[in-house]
T-cell receptor, first 116, second 114 residues
Framework: DVKVTQSSRYLVKRTGEKVFLECVQD?????MFWYRQDPGLGLRLIYF???????EKGDIPEGYSVSREKKERFSLILESASTNQTSMYLC???????????????FGEGSRLTVL | GNSVTQMEGPVTLSEEAFLTINCTYT??????LFWYVQYPGEGLQLLLK?????DKGSNKGFEATYRKETTSFHLEKGSVQVSDSAVYFC?????????????FGKGTHLIIQP
């Protein structure tokens, strides 16, 4: 069974702390994504990566960075957490255009982050 | 740019009722269209998809038809169950846009009462 695994389901951090959210996929997908989900706003794309060491900004990259050192792993980093980053964070992966349908994403279960 | 508009929720229905969740889109080309579902406490999972006009996607009793003339992809189910309670997201992906993910609607929370 295909799987996208996010390292932490629930985190509580303090303002100013550095936060790492890890995501691992076992499907050999080229593309990986980080979204945040907020009530009334739906899903918003933070960053995505289409290859190892490559990254692209999504719609709301401010306050975040990412790292993709290995194909299967995509990390989201909050350098200095703030209360407005309290949210549900969702990681996803997909095949590249040549081998799959664009837009067919596989999601992890989400990481709910609370910043106090 | 691309956008997806869904009906506002929550939508509350009784078990065995007929369900329609409306979805319309704006896109510059000919997108692929998707419905994703998020059950409580879980991530999103693909429910069904359609990649060209007049295609019908179906899964678990849900259906949606890609209507290019009305730029719509409404989700329907003939008889809902309590286990269908979830948040439903309509989404689109432009051809050649696979690397930058999907454009999502804001989601519709569906509540099915016994």
């Amino acid at each position: 069974d295909v799987k996208v695994t996010q390292s932490s389901r629930y985190l509580v951090k303090r303002t100013g702390e550095k936060v790492f959210l890890e995501c691992v996929q076992d499907m050999d997908h080229e593309n990986m994504f980080w979204y945040r989900q907020d009530p009334g706003l739906g899903l918003r794309l933070i960053y995505f990566s289409y290859d190892v060491k490559m990254k692209e900004k999504g719609d709301i990259p401010e306050g975040y960075s990412v790292s993709r050192e290995k194909k299967e792993r995509f990390s989201l980093i909050l350098e200095s957490a703030s209360t407005n980053q309290t949210s549900m964070y969702l990681c996803a992966s997909s095949f590249d255009l040549a081998s799959g349908i664009p837009g067919e994403l596989f999601f992890g279960e989400g990481s709910r982050l609370t910043v106090l | 740019g691309n956008s997806v508009t869904q009906m506002e929720g929550p939508v509350t229905l009784s078990e065995e009722a007929f369900l329609t969740i409306n979805c319309t889109y704006t896109a510059t080309g000919y997108p692929s269209l998707f419905w994703y579902v998020q059950y409580p406490g879980e991530g999103l999972q693909l429910l069904l998809k359609a990649t060209k006009a007049d295609d019908k996607g179906s899964n678990k009793g849900f259906e949606a038809t890609y209507r290019k003339e009305t730029t719509s992809f409404h989700l329907e189910k003939g008889s809902v169950q309590v286990s269908d309670s979830a948040v439903y997201f309509c989404a689109l992906s432009e051809p050649g846009g696979g690397a930058d993910g999907l454009t999502f609607g804001k989601g519709t929370h569906l509540i099915i009462q016994p």
